[in-house]
DNA sequence: ATGAACAATTAACTAATTGTTAATCGTTTA
DNA sequence: TAAACGATTAACAATTAGTTAATTGTTCAT
């Protein structure tokens, strides 16, 4: 009794089977503002959506038209659904080998007017210099980023509004308790641009006062000093310049100060 | 140009669809051993698999048979993937309104050797009492709780290893970093119970040490005593009982003591 | 009754960390 | 040459953590 001799009375004609499979990705990067020379940036947190275009690639009607919606497409056979978000990132923005995480599956009956048809849903963040050269595709009328306050006003396509309310709080999450902000920074970063990056989903006091935050970041475990490097693009005197160590770090709620 | 005209446009036999969509559930359950009256417990961790029968319903021989393998099924064009591992966690254990929740899909090409099968992972808690009264159906042999140390050695059907690997990954941190304790324990509870649910899955000092847990549990936000409520479950002197207050807790990994 | 046993709780103390304000440093720029 | 300013260090009181020890409340064996 072989798997091989199971394989052979497997039919799946036999049932119902879902219409089409898709990969969605919330692109996320940090626009970040540098008021002066020689000063900490201000950052913002930003998401990327595309218009959908009146037409599709074959000149019809295109589903859902004029919405704002999430880059994504069709995953293919001869792929996984992750694959299919990095090769749709690829296409929408020109930007490979950078952070992506699947963060849910949205399969509601009745969600796509076209059948049944699941999405994958996953975030990536990309540096904003990588948006510049992104480029509108058949099926994208134009591209646009939204801030995280203003992008649930629009209105979107689909069940997105959904999807984007869970990306939002993921990568909230995310950011303040992994150390997925090594993505938006560059390898080496300062104190200062590192808060910069967490105030952007914390009010935490923690970490807006620069004295805690920079004797903070000299005891954190997943975080060290790169010895001699320093910076001037933050402040005129020399900063010093930090990087990430790649452990993960879980840390109990029940053990944390309130 | 209305969703109308666009629909009647679309086809999706046009290109390939996925041959099946189903969903895994990973049941945890702890058990817990009281080695005598009137002592704190002892708790284990623990998974619940089931061994795949040779033979399905249909009397064919089954695919992947005699193999560990996480309970699920096929989801219905009719329900979500959520849905359906609520349904199948029902029919498995008899357990319904519980905690489920999703982490992942899987959907590695060639990951079922039936076709192109697409899988939702979601763990579930379930009570260690409901498991009780579990029973076998047709395509499940046999049932049986497995503690985390012993479960990955095992011989697991399709690419259960790596689910399963996830899966208890992720009710680690979670049992760390949110409150979904509180569906591994009663309503009210003592704070010897909340730590030896914790110690199945730390070693944290801060929380293996009594005097410094139970000092804590009364300064964290998300838990409060219930005035007057005691019991003598644990000790023999009577114990104050706590429940979780609903409230999500975020705390960053940046303000955390090391 | 009496005391041993034991989990829960409180006390007490030292060490470490936090929030805060103020001072100092290094460099640019007017 | 000094003002400006971000980075860094100092200093200190307040809070919290880790630890050991003592106390409390109850059961149970004698």
Redesign the interface.
Known sequence: ???Q???S??D?SL???????TSDIAVFTITSHQLAEYTPPKMTLKLMLIKRA?LNAEG??????GKWALPGG????????FEAAERELEEETGVSSIHIK?F??Y???GRD????I?T?AHYAIVPEHSLVKRKANDDAAEVELFSIDEVLTLELAFDHYDIIKEAINRI??DL????VAQNFLPNYFTYSELQAL?LTV?K?P??SSDQS?AR??K????IQAVPGEKTQRTSKSPTQLYEFVDID??????????
């Open positions: 009794m072989s798997n001799e199971a394989l009375q497997y799946s049932f119902r089977t879902p219409d089409g499979y009146l019809q009607t295109n589903i859902e038209a069709f995953v293919q056979a001869a792929e996984s659904g699947h849910g599956v399969d509601k009956p007017p076209r059948g049944w699941l994958n909230t999450n303040l308790q992994t150390t967490l914390t935490d923690a970490i935050f903070k970041i005891t954190l475990p997943f770090v879980v840390k109990p709620i029940y053990t944390a100060r309130y």
